[in-house]
Structures are given as C-alpha cells and as structure tokens.
C-alpha cells in the first residue's frame, strides 16, 4: 500500500521553497523519495535552505533554480534547465505567494497587480511551461497552493483574496484542458498556518483567540499538517483525482 504514495525518482520543482510552508513542502516530497527543485527570488536565501536541506539527504536529491515566477521567460529558462540537469518534471508545486494588507479604499493598483501576479499569474505562467513538458509523457502532477481565503473573505486583503479564488478556478480550468493528457491538477487549501508569513497574527493576542475560537480543532495549522495532502496528490494514490481544492483548515471552512 505505502507503494502508492512512494515518489522514488520523480522529480518535483517547488516554487517559493527558500522558507516557509514551500520548504516545509519540499522536505515532504523528498522524504517521500523525490528528487527536489528548490526555488525562490533571493538567491542567497535559497542558496542557504538547499545548502540545509541537502545535509538530510542522499547526494544528488536536493537542487535549486532561483527565479521570479512572475517572469515567464525566467520561468521557460528555469524548467528547461530542471529538464536537462535534474531529470523530467514531474511535479510542480506552485506555492511561491506574497500578501499585502490594506483597506481596499486605499489600494493602490501597483499593489493590486503584484500581489494578482505573484499568487496567480505566476500558477499560468510556470503551470504552463510545466504542462508543455508533461503532456508529451503523459504524465505529470500540478498542485496549486490556495488558501481559505479561495472561499472566505475578510477586509484589509482584497487582492489576496482575489487571488486565492482565481486559482481554485485555474486549477480547474488547467484540468479542463490537461487532465486527458493524463494529468492531474489539483489544490490545497492551507487554513492558518504559523509561519514567518504570519508571525505577526500570531502575536496579536486579539487575533489569534478569534482564530483558536473560530477554528474546530482549536489550533493554528503547522506547516508539517500539509505534508500527507501534498504527498497523496504528487503521488499515484490520487490518480483520478482531478481540480478538486481540498481545504487543510481544522474544519474553520465548514463551521459559522
Ligand atoms: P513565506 O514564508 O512568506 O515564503 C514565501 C516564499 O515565496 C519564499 O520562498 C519567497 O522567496 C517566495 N516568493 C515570493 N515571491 C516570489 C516570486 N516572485 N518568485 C519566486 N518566489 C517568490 O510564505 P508562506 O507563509 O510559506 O506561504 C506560502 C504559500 O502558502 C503562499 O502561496 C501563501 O499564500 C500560502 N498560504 C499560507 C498560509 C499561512 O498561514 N502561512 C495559509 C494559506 C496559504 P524569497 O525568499 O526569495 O522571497
């Protein structure tokens, strides 16, 4: 049975994985057997979590490819060079994301479109690039990181949640069009998770009680509580499991 969720070999990219749930994720696949792309901006940042992540592992499984997922040309250039030096993509993680956090009166649309091209965009641009390679195998996994706020809203996070939601969508539309070339696409939708992203929630005590009291098990989400859902969708136990959004949360999306 454990065979089903065993990626011995397989190669996956995880975009925005210097730090955070994307490492978090990266160690996951690894430790599932894959050999792992790291990715982010900061090359000196990735530099040092490739450098950390390589120590636990056999020599050969952990790699990085620095770029801007909002770069398409960057982007075109980063999977080739996955293809020709690490092996065949076959899974991409598209978790690279930012926030901004401002009353929508007072947005500016410089802000809007960033945090528009980071979240979403970039899931197209690296999607696709992705998909040109796997559709000629046959075979490929593309999970797409969302969020709760692909179905809540709260103020203060327009762009996020506009963001959130069109990739819940693209993740269908991607099936839509590649799932008969034997691929499957899929999101998850992490609820609140402690990381440096949200540090500052955590440490403001009026928040965090409404989330322990707005959430059914009553805890923030670690970024370990991801990993079982990202492994069982890179892996050939979700074969026919396709644009389907499957919220990691504590069950805070189905309670009021
Ligand atoms: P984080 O700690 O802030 O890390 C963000 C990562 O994305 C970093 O590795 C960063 O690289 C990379 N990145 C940002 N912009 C990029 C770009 N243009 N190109 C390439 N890489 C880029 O974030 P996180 O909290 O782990 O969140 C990761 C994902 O989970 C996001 O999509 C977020 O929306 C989603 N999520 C988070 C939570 C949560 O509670 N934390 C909940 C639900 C969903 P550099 O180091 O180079 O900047």
């Given at each position: 049975?454990?065979g089903l969720?065993d990626l011995t070999?397989?190669?996956a ?6 730090r955070?749930?994307?490492?978090a994720?990266?160690r996951?696949?690894?430790?599932a057997g ?5 990715n982010?901006v900061?090359g000196?940042?990735?530099k040092?979590a490739?450098?950390a992540l ?7 499984r ?9 770069d398409d040309?960057?982007a075109?250039r ?9 092996g065949p993509l ?11 956090r401002?009353?929508m009166?007072d947005l ?5 479109e960033?945090?528009l ?7 197209f641009?690296v ?5 040109r390679?796997?559709?000629g195998?046959?075979?490929?996994k ?7 706020q692909?179905?809540?809203a709260?103020?203060?996070?327009a762009p996020?949640i506009a ?9 269908r539309?991607?099936?839509a069009?590649w799932?008969a070339?034997g691929?499957q696409i899929?999101a998850?939708?992490p609820?609140y998770?402690?990381?440096e992203m949200?540090?500052n929630?955590?440490d403001?005590?009026d928040?965090n009680?409404w ?11 670690t970024?370990e509580?991801?990993?079982?859902p990202?492994?069982w969708?890179a892996?050939?136990g979700s074969?026919?499991v396709?644009g389907q ?7 805070m999306?189905?309670v009021v």
């Open positions: 049975m454990t969720f070999g397989r190669v990219l995880v975009t925005g994985s210097s955070g749930i994307g490492s994720l990266a996951a696949l690894a430790e894959a050999k792992v792309v790291l982010g900061n000196e940042r990735l040092a490739e450098d390589a120590q636990e592992f056999p020599p050969g952990i790699h990085s490819v620095a770029f801007d997922v909002t040309h960057a075109a980063s999977i080739l060079w996955v293809e020709e030096n690490v076959e899974i991409l993680v598209n978790n690279a994301g930012i926030q901004h401002v009353p009166l500016d649309v410089a802000d809007w960033r945090v091209s980071t979240d979403l965009t970039s899931a641009l999607g696709r690039e992705a998909a390679h796997m559709i195998r046959g075979r490929g593309i999970i797409n990181i969302c969020s709760v692909t179905d809540l709260r103020p203060t996070i996020y963001a959130k939601g069109g990739l819940r969508n693209l993740t539309a991607m099936t069009e799932a070339s691929l899929n998850v939708a609820g998770i402690h990381t949200t540090q929630l955590v403001d005590e928040f009680s989330i322990l009291g707005r959430t059914p098990a009553h805890r923030w989400g970024v509580d991801l990993a079982g990202v492994v969708l892996s050939d074969n026919f396709n959004t499957i919220f990691i949360d504590g069950g999306t189905v």
